[in-house]
Nanobody, 120 residues
Framework: QGKLVESGGGSVQAGGSLTLSCRYTRGFNCMGWFRQAPGKEHEGVGTLTSGGTTDYEDSVKGRFTISMDNAKNLLYLQMNSLKPEDTAMYYC?????????????????WGQGTQVTVSS
């Protein structure tokens, strides 16, 4: 089993930055971040394979960066140049079985979420 706990959400003006953190309790094949805006489906933001390969949703490429500190058991999502359309609940996700780490909501483990609100 595994547990994911996010932190770091908050409110920021457009153009600002936030860093989300996810504390995990064990290693996974795939980890990543999803988000869900009110009235919308879960959307994959970015993923990280156990080999260190990242993938990002097109709208966040060049603005968001996923990284990991294995010594601290922390996964990060650095978000720069934030836009109002980035407003959503952000979830840390992980999976033991997936190999390709897709940007689809197929992950077995989800955190409780942390809210990000970007004002114009």
């Amino acid at each position: 089993q595994g547990k994911l706990v996010e932190s770091g959400g908050g409110s920021v003006q457009a153009g600002g930055s936030l860093t989300l953190s996810c504390r995990y309790t064990r290693g996974f094949n795939c980890m990543g971040w999803f988000r869900q805006a009110p009235g919308k489906e879960h959307e994959g933001v970015g993923t990280l394979t156990s080999g260190g390969t990242t993938d990002y949703e097109d709208s966040v490429k060049g603005r968001f960066t996923i990284s990991m500190d294995n010594a601290k058991n922390l996964l990060y999502l650095q978000m720069n140049s934030l836009k109002p359309e980035d407003t959503a609940m952000y979830y840390c996700v992980a999976d033991l079985r997936l190999r390709a780490c897709p940007l689809a909501p197929l992950y077995d483990f989800w955190g409780q979420g942390t809210q990000v609100t970007v004002s114009s």
